[in-house]
């Protein structure tokens, strides 16, 4: 037991996380994803929306620890907008609503105070388009017929790649893939999840999609581009703010946000291959 227990301790170190409570909190998330798709797509609807507005709230929290203070209330019912306009819409509805939305947010921004307003203006645009415009993917792919095969082909391209790129990245990793940025991530993390992705990703077109193998093959690389450019990206954010995690409400992965930045990044690649197989009949 101690050398499991010292074992545990150096992945632990190593990682920078409790292994454990994330395997446990891993296996709620997936329990509360398609238990509420299998029993009403809107009710996955109104979970995906509860935790956006989470993520918002981690977000605007986390500019103002860095100097940045924009106003939570209103991204939120802005973000609130556009998963409406995603939903009753589709992609036309959240086109128009991302394009009527920041505009109107930048106006009010300006009303209420002209200083610093770039930073402010910019903060504001990303806090909507990063949880709410690419979040608006993911109920594009579940408000659809065969919603809960696109949302469980999400669910393991982005599973596989931060999964084997965890253990790949721990077990052999030695040469830092974005050491300015994410010092823990490795070439090695990378190649593990490419290999990982790719055959999950063939795995799932197949069984669950009824897709060629080679399809998903192909578009594994693709969704371990998007999902590790998703996690760079909110790392940079985290390090510009110098902050370590966006939140602590989910143990062993930090905040909302640092469990779903592969997600958002990996959505709409996934809706946009889709509907380019169903265009073309692939």
Same mark, same amino acid.
């Given at each position: 037991?101690?050398?499991?227990?010292?074992?545990?301790?150096?992945?632990?170190?190593?990682?920078?996380?409790?292994?454990?409570?994330?395997? $446990?909190?891993?296996?709620?998330?997936?329990?509360?994803?398609?238990?509420?798709?299998?029993?009403?797509?809107?009710?996955?609807?109104?979970?995906?929306?509860?935790?956006?507005?989470?993520?918002?709230? =981690?977000?605007?929290?986390?500019?103002? =620890?860095?100097?940045?203070?924009?106003?939570?209330? $209103?991204?939120?019912?802005?973000?609130?907008?556009?998963?409406?306009?995603?939903?009753?819409?589709? $992609?036309?509805?959240?086109?128009?609503?991302?394009? $009527?939305?920041?505009?109107?947010?930048?106006?009010?921004?300006?009303?209420?105070?002209?200083?610093?307003?770039?930073?402010?203006?910019?903060?504001?645009?990303?806090?909507?388009?990063?949880?709410?415009?690419?979040?608006?993917?993911?109920? /594009?792919?579940?408000?659809?017929?065969?919603?809960?095969?696109?949302? /469980?082909?999400?669910?393991?391209?982005?599973?596989?790649?931060?999964? #084997?790129?965890?253990?790949?990245?721990?077990?052999?990793?030695?040469?830092?893939?974005?050491?300015?940025?994410?010092?823990?991530?490795?070439?090695?993390?990378?190649?593990?999840?490419?290999?990982?992705?790719?055959?999950?990703?063939?795995?799932?077109?197949?069984?669950?999609?009824?897709?060629?193998?080679?399809?998903?093959?192909? #578009?594994?690389?693709?969704?371990?581009?998007?999902?590790?450019?998703?996690?760079?990206?909110?790392?940079?954010?985290?390090?510009?703010?110098?902050?370590?995690?966006?939140?602590?409400?989910?143990?062993?992965?930090?905040?909302?946000?640092?469990?779903?930045?592969?997600?958002? #990044?990996?959505?709409?690649?996934?809706?946009?291959?889709?509907?380019?197989?169903?265009?073309?009949?692939?």
């Amino acid at each position: 037991m101690d050398d499991i227990h010292a074992i545990n301790e150096a992945i632990n170190a190593k990682a920078g996380r409790k292994l454990g409570p994330s395997i $446990v909190v891993s296996l709620g998330i997936l329990i509360l994803v398609f238990g509420s798709l299998y029993l009403s797509s809107a009710l996955f609807a109104l979970l995906v929306w509860f935790v956006l507005m989470l993520a918002c709230r =981690e977000l605007t929290h986390a500019y103002k =620890e860095g100097g940045i203070d924009i106003p939570e209330n $209103v991204i939120q019912i802005a973000v609130t907008g556009l998963l409406a306009a995603a939903w009753f819409g589709r $992609v036309a509805g959240l086109a128009v609503a991302i394009a $009527v939305t920041i505009p109107n947010i930048l106006v009010y921004i300006l009303i209420k105070s002209s200083k610093d307003f770039v930073k402010k203006s910019n903060a504001a645009t990303f806090a909507i388009f990063y949880p709410g415009f690419l979040g608006g993917f993911v109920l /594009l792919l579940a408000h659809n017929a065969n919603g809960l095969a696109r949302i /469980l082909t999400l669910v393991v391209l982005v599973s596989c790649n931060d999964t #084997f790129a965890y253990l790949s990245g721990v077990l052999f990793g030695k040469h830092p893939l974005a050491p300015h940025v994410s010092p823990k991530k490795t070439w090695e993390g990378l190649i593990g999840a490419m290999i990982a992705t790719t055959l999950g990703s063939a795995l799932v077109f197949h069984f669950a999609l009824d897709k060629a193998w080679w399809l998903g093959a192909g #578009f594994g690389i693709v969704a371990v581009i998007t999902a590790t450019c998703g996690d760079l990206i909110e790392s940079a954010v985290k390090r510009d703010l110098a902050i370590k995690d966006m939140g602590n409400i989910l143990p062993g992965h930090g905040g909302i946000l640092d469990r779903i930045d592969s997600v958002l #990044f990996t959505g709409p690649a996934v809706w946009f291959v889709l509907e380019l197989i169903k265009r073309f009949s692939l």
